[in-house]
């Protein structure tokens, strides 16, 4: 149980310090080229909704046997050689698992470059961290796309990851940035992959059900201790009221929370591969979105992940 705590706590600090450079190895980008392969050899236009929904289920259970398969052998291959390799082991797979420090790096490339007055820059950067179109976002948009993303993520990113940590070591956290890396790529309500993607969507939905209501609780407590600018009052009335204002049962959690705690309102209709989509608003319009809000965003996700850190460790304490 020591190494355990030793290589997570070893994870968030090394994701805290480096985030995650493009120039990284990562499995996530692995995931990504496996999905993508498997997508073109199943995922033909040709073929019925049903063949499509087994073809996708199919994809889902390759990815969890493989992923979850060859980290389970390493995680036990490097612990029988060494309990210090192991521990370095999955202190790198926790730092892999998490993506507080690369929400705040690209996330604040999108409030320099809108400081800057570089729109076009700025939704380059957006681009990043955003599955929506951004090209003829305007300021507000850009702000209210960067905000939401990072609202979010501190659940899928940061928090969630964390508690699989805490729960299942690098096997469990890795088949949840499965699941989560599945829904990111395939799990879209359109005409290619409405069926394809069916089960990846709802197996990230249950996988994150907890988790996200346990980030938009401990993100309402952030709200109060986390200084000037946020409103913990505010951030859960607005949870209380909007927290189901999604067609995701876990999307709007953290971002009604945040919405709540920064005063603006987020939501609304969005493009989505030259598609609209049509999303009700969250939170109220207090004032306008403003760059800093980005910033204010971040701080939430930091503090947030700072309790849940706590309380996982409290828990594993009791335990011993």
Known sequence: MSCHLTAISAG???????????????????????????????????LDAETKRRLGRILVILMLLCFGGSFFGLTVLFYKLSFILGTVFEGIVSYQCLAAGSLYKESTKVSRDLLKDDIQKARQSLSMIVGRDTKSLDQSGITRAAVETVAENTS?????????????GPVLGI?????????????????EF???????????????????????????????????????????HIWKRDRRKHSSPNSAQCESAAAGALG???????????????????????????????????????????????LCTAVIFMML
Not at 14 to 35: A, E, Q, T
Not at 199 to 208: S, T
Not at 266 to 276: A, H, K, Q
């Open 12 to 46: 968030l600090i090394l994701d805290l310090l480096i985030g995650d450079p493009h120039s990284f190895p990562h499995p996530v980008k692995l995931m990504g080229r496996f999905i993508g392969q498997l997508t073109k050899k199943f995922n033909k236009e040709a």
């Open 156 to 168: 899928d990113g940061v928090t969630a990851p964390l508690l699989f940590l805490f729960l299942g």
């Open 175 to 191: 088949i949840y940035k499965a699941v989560n890396t599945m829904d990111s790529m395939i799990g879209y309500k359109n005409e």
């Open 194 to 236: 409405i069926d394809f993607g069916r089960c990846a969507a709802k197996l990230d939905d249950i996988f994150n059900f907890i988790p996200a209501r346990i980030s938009a609780l401990l993100m309402i407590i952030a709200a109060f201790v986390g200084g000037k600018r946020l409103n913990g009052r505010g951030a859960y």
């Open 264 to 310: 603006i309102r987020l939501g609304g209709p969005s493009y989505y591969f030259g598609e609209l989509v049509e999303k009700p608003f969250i939170g109220n319009d207090l004032r306008p979105v403003a760059p800093y809000d980005i910033g204010l965003t971040n701080r939430l996700m930091f503090i947030t992940e700072f309790l849940c850190y706590l």
